[in-house]
């Protein structure tokens, strides 16, 4: 992969597959992750994926907290290694590194008080304030018998089905926008598409916004 003066490189990690969107691709690659993850094991996947693709700069959306721009905790449904690896150096340019919800908060953002919930694997979330970005970890604060992430997340929906996912999912979102005092809630990921009715001034996000997100991440910080 050579640079691009002008082309960022978005990469959306997730649980199940890392995402990536590049210049002059309509498309984004998606690369099978899980358990035996490393970052050493994605940079050469999409190494592989997209051969000789420029760019000039890298935006990550990390599956964990994210502290000063590096990942504060290795991430719960990946293997280890992320918190010490070097991006920078790996990628040959400079790179931005943010919570994944964040970044898909980012962008999906249209004004006012917004939080973002990111129904995939596990949960993400994102409150973005009169565009003040403050990245959240909810997903493992406790409900009902378990956290938040054992109801709304993969694990809750295969456990417990469609049906009872989307009544959980509904309560949860109500409850944390009233937390949060939110205008409106975003509600991405990739199980969000198994969602039906949604609760007033609630909406989908759309698979682009992940990646418009990293690209924002370049024109907010310059």
Not at 112 to 125: E, K, P, V
């Amino acid at each position: 992969m050579n640079k691009n003066s002008n082309s960022v490189m978005v990469i959306d990690i997730g649980g199940t597959n890392v995402k990536v969107l590049a210049n002059g691709r309509k498309e984004a690659v998606k690369i099978p992750s899980g358990a035996t993850m490393t970052p050493t094991k994605m940079v050469a996947e999409i190494r592989k994926a997209l051969g000789d693709c420029k760019y000039s700069s890298v935006s990550i959306g990390y599956p964990g907290p994210v502290v000063n721009g590096k990942p504060a905790a290795e991430p719960h449904n990946l293997a280890p290694g992320w918190v010490a690896f070097d991006y920078k150096t790996a990628f040959r340019c400079p790179v931005k590194l943010i919570n994944d919800a964040a970044m898909q908060a980012l962008g999906s953002y249209e004004g006012g008080r917004m939080l973002f919930l990111g129904l995939g694997t596990g949960l993400g979330s994102a409150l973005i304030v009169e565009g003040a970005l403050a990245p959240m970890e909810l997903a493992h604060l406790p409900y009902k018998k378990g956290t938040f992430e054992d109801y709304v997340g993969l694990r809750g929906l295969e456990k417990y089905g469609k049906k009872k996912w989307r009544g959980f999912v509904n309560d949860v979102v109500l409850k944390l926008k009233a937390a949060l005092v939110a205008d409106y809630v975003v509600l991405g990921g990739g199980n969000a598409k198994s969602l039906k009715e949604l609760p007033p001034n609630v909406r989908l996000g759309e698979n682009a916004n992940a990646f418009r997100g990293g690209t924002r991440l370049w024109e907010e910080k310059k």
